[in-house]
C-alpha cells in the first residue's frame, strides 16, 4: 500500500523562524511600498494640490485629501495582510522542511535508520532531504548483519 502524501496540518511548525522570516518580508516590503508610495504620492498631490487649489474651494480640498489618505490606508491592510499570508505559506515551505529532517535526525540519534523523510511537493530542501536520506540507507546498510 503507499504512503499517504504529507499533508500540511499546522501552518506554525517553527514559529520563531516562521514569524522572524515574515518580519523581514513584510520590513522589505513596507520598506519598498512606503519610499514609492510616498514619491509618488508627494509628487503627485503638490502638483494636483496647486492645480486643484484654483478650482476648489479649500475646504473642499481638504475634504479630497481625506479621503484619497483613507483609501490609501485601507488598501495598505489590505495589502499587509495578504503579503502575511504569503509569507505565513513561504516560510512553511521551509519550516516544514527544516521540522521533518529534525524529528527524522532525532530517530537517527536513536538508532533508528530505517525511516525516510518524505517531503510534500513544492517544499524546499529537497536536496538536503535526499542527501539525509543516502545517509540514512548507508548507515541502516552498515548496521545490518552480513
Known sequence: MPKQPYKRSRYFVRKKFQ??????????V?????????TIYYSAWTMLGDSLAKVYP???????????NIKV????????????GIG?????????????????????VAGDYSQRIHL?????????ADAINRLAEKLNAEKKPS
Do not use: W
Open 19 to 28: 514569524l522572524r522570516y515574515i518580519g523581514i518580508i513584510l520590513g522589505a
Open 73 to 84: 490606508a485601507v488598501n495598505l491592510f489590505f495589502v499587509l495582510m495578504l503579503c502575511t
Open 58 to 68: 479649500q475646504g473642499r480640498l481638504v475634504a479630497i485629501f481625506n479621503y484619497v
Open 88 to 108: 505565513i505559506l513561504t516560510s512553511h515551505k521551509i519550516a516544514g522542511p527544516i521540522y521533518r529532517m529534525i524529528k527524522f535526525l532525532d530517530g537517527m
Open 30 to 38: 513596507l520598506l519598498s511600498a512606503a519610499i514609492s508610495g510616498y
Open 120 to 128: 510534500r511537493k513544492g517544499d524546499e530542501l529537497q536536496d538536503v
